[in-house]
């Protein structure tokens, strides 16, 4: 009896937890697609406005502070706010999203090792939401998916 007991105690406390994490399996991907997508372009979107605000002051960082390696400064913060300028946008809309995911890879890489490698939180951060928008997409909610669609592409999983 004792084990009838057990078993069936054990039952009432284990089934609200299958429940619930059969509920978290059904979230659909794009769902949290969006907020990845959201939350990177954010941050980059964020750092080019800061260095449009201030253009003289952001091409001084890269000649003191940043020193990336075999760019002359200048053109290194003109391609680094054309990349937050662009890979921000393409990000929101969902369109070119594994393109700008490995473009921004890229960049948070270049930030990492050469520029602020204390910083590393923050840019694992942005790598894992990068790395889930490079391998899975954008999600059906994105321009890409009507692209997938339009031209009878396979679709995300």
Known sequence: ????????????????????????????????????????????????????????????????????????????????????????VLLVLGLATRAASFVLLGMTAVIEVLVYPQAWPTHIQWAAMLFVLLCRGPGKLSLDHLVRMRFSMPTER
Do not use: C
């Open 1 to 88: 009896m004792t084990t009838l007991t057990s078993a069936s105690s054990e039952q009432r406390v284990l089934a609200p937890i299958g429940h619930a994490l059969r509920w978290l399996d059904s979230v659909p991907y794009w769902l949290l697609a969006v907020p990845l997508r959201l939350a990177v372009a954010t941050v980059f979107w964020n750092s080019a406005m800061t260095k449009l605000a201030n253009w003289n002051t952001a091409v001084e960082l890269f000649v003191e502070e940043y020193k990336v390696p075999l760019l002359p400064p200048e053109l290194a913060a003109y391609m680094a706010v054309s990349i937050e300028l662009t890979t921000p």
